[in-house]
């Protein structure tokens, strides 16, 4: 995967995490938690729960009123389609796969609509490295 496009991507601030949970064993828990450690303005997405630990839960990306750079998708690629054109509605400019998340017709659907996504790359991992 393109470092260069990682390293963007982790230099933009307002993130959206698609399927966020409250549940701590989920990786949509562990990266939306990650990503507020790390000093990001994030905004999970899921339209089955209300909050996560006090903070809002969005159904979907159009629920939010900020201007988002960077959405990890973090559902499984069935689900991906519909966040992806609302990603391309608001101007995302990046969405980062959690592996497992994407497949080819959700790489292309970014590409088409001027989204660069980033696939087999771990969002976690990522942060971790970053300094």
């Not at 562990?30 to 905004?43: R, T």
């Amino acid at each position: 995967m393109n470092s260069e496009a990682i390293a963007s991507a982790l230099s933009f601030k307002n993130w959206a995490v698609v399927g966020a949970t409250p549940n701590k064993q989920k990786y949509g828990y562990m990266v939306y938690k990650k990503l507020k450690e790390k000093g990001y303005n994030v905004f999970a997405i899921n339209p089955l729960y209300d909050e996560i630990e006090d903070d809002k839960v969005y159904k979907t990306l159009l629920d939010l009123n900020q201007r988002i750079d960077c959405v990890s998708m973090v559902v499984a690629p069935k689900r991906g389609k519909s966040y992806i054109e609302q990603a391309a509605k608001i101007g995302v400019k990046y969405v980062w796969f959690q592996p497992g998340a994407e497949s080819s017709e959700l790489v292309e659907l970014c590409e088409k609509n001027s989204i660069v996504p980033i696939y087999n790359a771990c969002v976690l991992v990522a942060l971790n490295h970053k300094k």
